[in-house]
């Protein structure tokens, strides 16, 4: 199978295996329509390995972790199961480890469908597959949708409390006067044995280092640094409105007049390029994505080029947009002051994120921002402020896919 492709299940009980040269935690959510879990009973891993029609068996090591789904026992408010894959070892990627996701008849061990996710690197969980009703046949989709964030970060996107790590009991303090030895100890009681304890989900991630890590809009106005990313949801809603990327620069003190240019490259799920957005090409995906037109001074206040992105309408085979300025009479970044670039509401005009570049390289072409597209629907921006050699939108086609 390809990323995209789908085919059907001819059996009503299948196991999806996924093997790698290194073990592999795998595990499954059942979501509903809305891409959520109804609850955390819906998360199916090594600590909880039994739901409504799902189950977890694990490798030991020895075998790959597998998730067997019955599609007659599957509850029919589920709509889909999830099943996703991340290396056991703490804080290992995918860079140089092919994944590859084998779909069986669960009762004869038929081989049904495979598939391997392409072009990996420093995603630590992945979303392989999903098993999906749809017309009241169910089938098996190849998705190969990758997270920097962990099991626990895929957890949290489809609705999942992941509890943050306890934090380690201070340490007693030493007695400062003699103490009494204590009284002989009580026989023993005979009790009741505990109540099993409910399985917790993997632990959160630690804390994002400064410019890392995700944030959303449910405070308001957010100020990026480099690398840093915010979902663009608020009030737990994705953000499936009309955008407007606000890019703008000036001359460096004393400098001319400077005649930059703002674009925007969309991608396909394999990081293929599918159209660009620019002065010669003001308007690209049936309308999705507008640009404002060409500025050729960047003097005066506000915005110098705007590029207006319909979320909602963006086509399903594209997801990824990023956003760069060029330079393309070949004046350098370092003649250039106050470049930035914001996300507005385009029917309130609030801005909602900014991200100023803060310093500059001697280069003609700057990576501004990156929106992407996550497998529960929502899309993330991330501020980038990488600076490479390209003078026109073109020579920006592979840094722009390299940096998805």
């Known amino acids: 199978m390809t990323p995209g492709s789908n085919t059907p299940l001819p059996v009503a009980r299948v196991t999806v295996d996924v093997t790698a040269p290194v073990r592999l935690d795998v595990s499954g959510l059942l979501l ?6 109804r609850s955390d009973d819906d998360f199916i891993f090594y600590n909880q390995p039994a739901g409504p029609g799902v189950t977890y068996r694990s490798g030991g ?3 790959p972790d597998a998730i067997t789904v019955d599609t007659g026992a599957v509850p029919p408010d ?21 994944p590859t996701a084998t779909v069986r008849d669960a009762d004869g061990g038929a081989e049904l469908a495979t598939f391997t996710p392409p072009q990996l690197g420093t995603e630590t969980a992945l979303v392989v597959v999903e098993i999906y009703r749809r017309g009241g046949q169910w089938k098996v989709r190849a998705v ?20 943050e790590p306890a934090a380690p009991a201070a340490p007693a303090a030493p007695p400062q006067q003699p103490v009494a030895p204590p009284p002989p100890a009580a026989p023993p009681v005979a009790q009741a044995p505990a109540a099993p304890q409910a399985p917790a989900a993997p632990p959160a991630p630690a804390a994002p280092a400064p410019g890392a890590g995700k944030i959303n809009l449910d405070k308001g106005r957010v100020s990026l640094q480099k690398n840093q990313t915010v979902s663009l949801v608020k009030g737990g809603r994705p953000l499936l409105s009309q955008v407007r990327m ?7 003190f004393r400098g001319k007049d400077i005649d930059l240019d703002a674009s925007v490259i969309a991608y396909g799920p394999q990081r293929n390029h599918v ?24 003097e005066g206040g506000g915005d110098d080029e705007v590029i207006t992105v319909d979320l909602g309408q963006i086509p399903q085979d594209v997801t990824g947009l990023v956003f760069t300025v060029n330079s393309f009479s070949g004046q350098k970044f370092t003649e ?4 930035y670039c914001r996300l507005l509401d385009a029917a309130t005009g609030e801005e909602l994120v900014r991200f100023d570049l803060t310093h500059a390289e001697p280069q003609t072409g700057v990576m501004m921002a990156k929106l992407v597209r996550q497998y529960s629907g929502e899309w993330d921006m991330t ?11 073109r020579n920006m086609k592979e840094p722009g896919a390299q940096a998805l």
């Open 78 to 98: 589920i709509e889909k199961i999830v099943v996703t894959a991340s290396p056991d070892a703490a804080g290992q990627t995918f860079q140089g480890i092919e």
């Open 61 to 63: 090591g020895t075998a």
């Open 383 to 393: 501020a980038l402020g990488d600076f490479v050699k390209a003078r026109t939108v």
């Open 32 to 37: 509903t329509a809305d891409g959520k879990v």
């Open 336 to 339: 250039v002051a106050k470049a």
């Open 144 to 163: 190969g949708q990758g997270y920097a964030d962990g099991l626990a970060g895929i957890a949290t996107d489809f609705g999942v409390s992941v509890e």
């Open 246 to 252: 606000g890019l703008g620069w000036e001359p460096a």
């Open 275 to 298: 159209d660009s957005c620019y002065f010669g090409k003001l308007t690209i995906l049936n309308g999705a994505i507008r640009h404002s037109g060409d500025n050729l001074t960047g």
